[in-house]
């Protein structure tokens, strides 16, 4: 028997390609720019969703069926993920412990409750062939 479930073994592979982006561009834009924190991070967030939401869909949450739904239930988490992240980095820069473990911190608190979103909500079990 697996240790972890199979979707949730691939949520977590994407999951770390999707954060491999967004941190790879929040550290190229942050430390080799001198881009703000906060751009820099709408911007390593942002690409980030194309990974995440393709490659979830596609390996994750094959078996469900995509819908206009969907993606406007996808889209109002990643709202509710990019204010949170942006709270975070901010909090994090400000009291200074530094972005990058406030973005550590923000990953970390958003991943299960995520994982439990997309099965539940974005990408739920339906009856449509």
Not at 2 to 23: E, H, K, N, Q, W
Not at 47 to 61: D, I, K, M
Not at 96 to 122: M, P, S
Request: hydrophobic share 50%.
């Amino acid at each position: 028997m697996p240790i972890l479930p199979r979707r949730f073994s691939v949520y977590l592979v994407v999951g770390a390609a999707s954060v491999g982006t967004d941190l790879g561009l929040l550290l190229l834009l942050r430390e080799g720019f001198g881009t703000p924190v906060w751009i820099a991070g709408t911007v390593g967030y942002g690409a980030s969703v194309t990974v995440n939401y393709g490659l979830n869909r596609t390996l994750a949450f094959r078996d469900r069926v995509a819908t206009r739904t969907s993606v406007l239930r996808y889209t109002a988490l990643l709202g509710f993920n990019w204010v949170t992240t942006l709270a975070v980095l901010d909090l994090a820069d400000v009291v200074g412990v530094g972005y990058l473990l406030g973005k550590v911190v923000a990953v970390a608190f958003l991943t299960t409750g995520n994982y439990l979103a997309y099965a539940r909500w974005v990408f739920p079990v339906t009856t449509e062939s």
